[in-house]
């Protein structure tokens, strides 16, 4: 059974820091792309960064560039999101999606996500 488990949202005071985790398990992480979204009330959802097995990152989103890293952990099948001098904009769920092939097959898994408040 595939799951993804966030952790690590909360409240936090503008330009204050997070990291989420996500916890997989149920495939072969190693060669999964991973990913972290997130949707903020009446607004659609957005990909903030993209993260490929071989284990680079990219900042996908042009709003968090230079404040967010994505980043995988292989060994312990967890990928996180470090969110650094936090707006309020910043203000959504964010959730973990992976997305793996097997032969021609390609599977998507959603996480539930994890609620990060940027608020004084």
């Known amino acids: 059974q595939v799951q993804l488990v966030e952790s690590g949202g909360g409240l936090v005071q503008p330009g204050g820091s997070l990291r989420l985790s996500c916890a997989a398990s149920g495939f072969t992480f190693s060669d999964a792309d991973m990913r972290w979204y997130r949707q903020a009330p009446g607004k659609e959802r957005e990909l903030v960064v993209i993260?490929?097995?071989?284990?680079?990152?990219?900042n996908y989103l042009e709003s968090v560039k230079g404040r967010f890293t994505g980043s995988r952990d292989n060994a312990k099948n967890t990928a996180y999101l470090q969110m650094n001098s936090l707006k309020p904009e910043d203000t959504a769920v964010y959730t973990c999606y992976a997305e793996t092939w097997v032969g021609k097959y390609n599977y998507k898994y959603w996480g539930h996500g994890t609620q990060v408040t940027v608020s004084s």
């Open positions: 993260m490929h097995p071989i284990g680079s990152s990219t």
